[in-house]
């Protein structure tokens, strides 16, 4: 016979009806239903819920020894209420799943913690080999040769050459003094270094510079036969089939004659052209007064003719105090069109990689880094062996192969940076009478900054894979998933307008405003018009007609139409995600309240976090039940769930539950209209419980009086 004393006392401390000693003899003695499911009732009075029926219990045996269905344990991983809601339908422990999700939480756990590791090694990494002082010095030699003014009435700097008259006047002044710092500024001879100059005092010219040009044939395209009796000569824009090889001038010195390029320069890329190495180049002399007559000689020589296409004036620059290479590139390309184009390029390197301490702490960081590669690839390579062609189908799974092909790539151009450095540095400082082309490697070092710069971005971005568990970030990536069909199809009608607009301008622009002076100009002239940075008068002037008319009408369709369409949408997509969660879709996991609860758990092992006691012998009681449940074989998922729900139900009952007529009408969040709805559900099983005990006494009742 079942003592009922153990029964009354789960129902006196969870709310449940009690069960009298009548009710409780006048059940079968020999029922084994009470042996096989008795733990369940008292997991379900930790929960706050009531016992089911022997008779309830043993329909749904053959239901629990069966395997569950899909959808079932879907709704046993998404959250503890459906839990509870399986125990009330006589549910039996589930082992396994729980410690699949325990091992997916932990693997999460640790693959998290060891990518965050690799982050912060990886920043180290690449902020090591930034240098805020790089700006400095790029921005002190810019504004020496950039900005400097030709002395006297004359207003011409680098960026205002218009003219070859110009350019000249240029080489023979600001280049001149800027190049050569013999003295101090009281003419005090302060430095005795080979005769180097000391730029500013602090910066060593490497070397000596170089000065190149490129020239095209005549004859290289074809004069109008109505106008070949008044211009004879014709030279196209600069290719490597028009290029000039021939002698010219004075024909005995290298300025005169061709050299060919050397196979590692790289290409030069400018306004009008791509430019080879090699060309007709010369040095300029460790003395100012020689470099000078030397410039006089080339002006009066015409050294610059109507095939010159591109002039390149190249020098080096050491600066110890900061250990910083700078490498300076002065370009003047001469069009067809005629006048001068001016561009510059100011690479500011740190090649010398291992000097002080720092540096070698990074070349530390640089060995984890290889070792971190070595290791997330052979991750990958056996996820790919394990999955085969299912491993391609995640979105993750590509980023993670990006990422892996980037850090490849960088390791490959660090280790080739170094490499050059090491074998061509000695040789380029061992003759200070020649130009020492640094350009190369910093051609190379520059590449690598860049690869560093965009695998450090998609790192970043690969975090979202792990945050991807938490509410906010599902909601997100179900955001774009649900509206990526319709945002292609918008993505199509957008461009197609975008695109007509776009050539729309070059024509009817191209030719008077320099936003649309090419197609890809004009491209990106309408993204900035969408953002707010136009040129109206521009516009207008070059057509008083066409111009309003286009600006008026790209604005209405792309600004006001096609964007706000974008937004709706997005804004559409999100309002529908927003409804499916707050009616009870969940993340399988959110990592935040994981980390969180595992952090407090530290803390209280370390005693620096006192463990939070129960308010009330109730709690305490409750306790003691959840540590009988787990005698029971129950697992802590299932006992922490059962707490949170009897917790969830004695909330809604002080919030919701009144024996006061209130207002008709009280308006509710859905948030609030979920949980109410759930606990209607669980007041329709108490009713059902309710009523087949009053069945069970009624039929007692009626055999008693007979």
Not at 57 to 79: H, I, N, Y
Not at 453 to 458: E, G
Not at 560 to 588: C, H, Q, W
Not at 663 to 691: C, G, I, M, N
């Amino acid at each position: 016979m079942i003592n009922p004393r153990p029964k009354a006392r789960f129902a006196r401390e969870f709310g449940a009806p009690p069960v009298t000693h009548a009710a409780a003899s006048a059940q079968p003695q020999a029922n084994p239903c009470h042996s096989i499911l008795g733990a369940h009732a008292r997991l379900r009075l930790v929960a706050g819920l009531r016992p089911l029926s022997c008779r309830a219990r043993a329909a749904k045996l053959p239901r629990r020894r069966g395997r569950p269905g899909a959808v079932e344990r879907a709704s046993r991983s998404r959250s503890a209420m459906a839990e509870a809601s399986r125990w009330h339908r006589g549910g039996t422990p589930q082992h396994k799943p729980h410690y699949g999700r325990e091992v997916e939480i932990r693997t999460t756990l640790q693959e998290l913690l060891l990518y965050l590791i690799f982050l912060v090694n990886l920043c180290i990494l690449s902020f090591g080999m930034v240098n805020p002082h790089m700006y400095y010095l790029n921005k002190v030699m810019s504004s020496l040769f950039l900005d400097t003014s030709v002395g006297g009435d004359e207003r011409t700097n680098f960026k205002s050459i218009r003219s070859i008259t110009d350019f000249w006047k240029f080489m023979e002044g600001p280049l001149l003094e800027g190049l050569y710092w013999d003295s101090w500024y009281n003419s005090e001879k302060l430095y005795d270094l080979k005769n180097s100059s000391r730029i500013y005092y602090e910066n060593i010219l490497l070397g000596v510079p170089r000065v190149r040009q490129l020239k095209v044939r005549n004859n290289t395209c074809k004069v109008y036969s109505s106008f070949q009796s008044l211009m004879s000569e014709c030279y196209d824009r600069y290719t490597s089939g028009n290029e000039d090889l021939s002698e010219f001038g004075l024909k005995q010195d290298t300025e005169w004659t061709y050299s060919a390029p050397r196979t590692n320069s790289p290409w030069h890329w400018g306004f009008v052209g791509v430019y080879q190495n090699g060309g007709y180049m010369f040095t300029l002399s460790k003395l100012k007064s020689e470099t000078k007559t030397k410039f006089i000689n080339l002006r009066l020589n015409s050294w610059i003719t109507r095939g010159t296409r591109v002039i390149f004036i190249d020098f080096s620059l050491y600066n110890a105090n900061v250990n910083l290479f700078c490498i300076i590139r002065l370009v003047a390309e001469f069009p067809a069109t005629g006048g001068i184009l001016t561009s510059w390029q100011f690479y500011s390197v740190k090649l010398l990689r291992y000097v002080s301490y720092y540096d070698y702490f990074i070349a530390s960081c640089e060995i984890t880094f290889c070792i971190f590669l070595i290791v997330f690839t052979t991750q990958e390579i056996k996820n790919i062996s394990e999955f085969k062609y299912a491993y391609f189908k995640s979105i993750w799974n590509w980023l993670e192969l990006l990422l892996l092909a980037l850090c490849f790539v960088a390791v490959f151009l660090n280790s080739y940076c170094i490499i050059q450095v090491f074998l061509l540095l000695g040789k380029l400082l061992k003759n200070t009478e020649e130009y020492s082309d640094f350009y190369f490697l910093a051609y190379w070092h520059i590449y690598y900054n860049n690869i560093i710069a965009i695998t450090i971005f998609f790192a970043w971005i690969k975090i979202f894979k792990f945050i991807s568990f938490n509410k906010t970030m599902s909601q997100l990536s179900s955001t774009l998933s649900r509206c990526i069909k319709d945002i292609v199809g918008f993505a199509i009608m957008f461009f197609i307008i975008f695109f007509a607009y776009a050539q729309l301008g070059f024509l009817v622009f191209g030719s008077q405003v320099d936003d649309f002076s090419t197609f890809h100009n004009s491209i990106f002239a309408q993204f900035r018009i969408v953002l707010g940075d136009f040129n109206f008068a521009g516009i207008q002037q070059a057509n008083r007609i066409l111009g309003p008319i286009y600006f008026i009408t790209f604005i209405f369709f792309v600004f006001f139409v096609l964007l706000n369409m974008f937004l709706a949408i997005i804004n559409n997509t999100y309002s529908e995600v927003k409804a499916d969660y707050s009616v009870g879709r969940r993340p399988d996991f959110e990592l935040g309240k994981m980390i969180k609860e595992s952090y407090h758990n530290v803390l209280e092992k370390l005693n620096l976090r006192k463990p939070q006691k129960d308010e009330d012998k109730k709690n305490m009681k409750s306790g003691d039940l959840a540590e009988q449940a787990r005698r029971e074989g129950f697992d802590e998922n299932e006992i922490q769930s059962a707490e949170r729900m009897k917790k969830w139900k004695a909330r809604l009952e002080k919030k919701y539950y009144s024996t006061e007529i209130q207002d008709d009408y009280q308006p509710v969040t859905q948030q609030e209209f979920r949980e109410l709805f759930l606990y209607a559900v669980e007041l329709e099983k108490e009713l059902h419980y309710v009523s087949l005990k009053l069945n069970r006494v009624m039929r007692k009742v009626s055999a008693l009086q007979y």
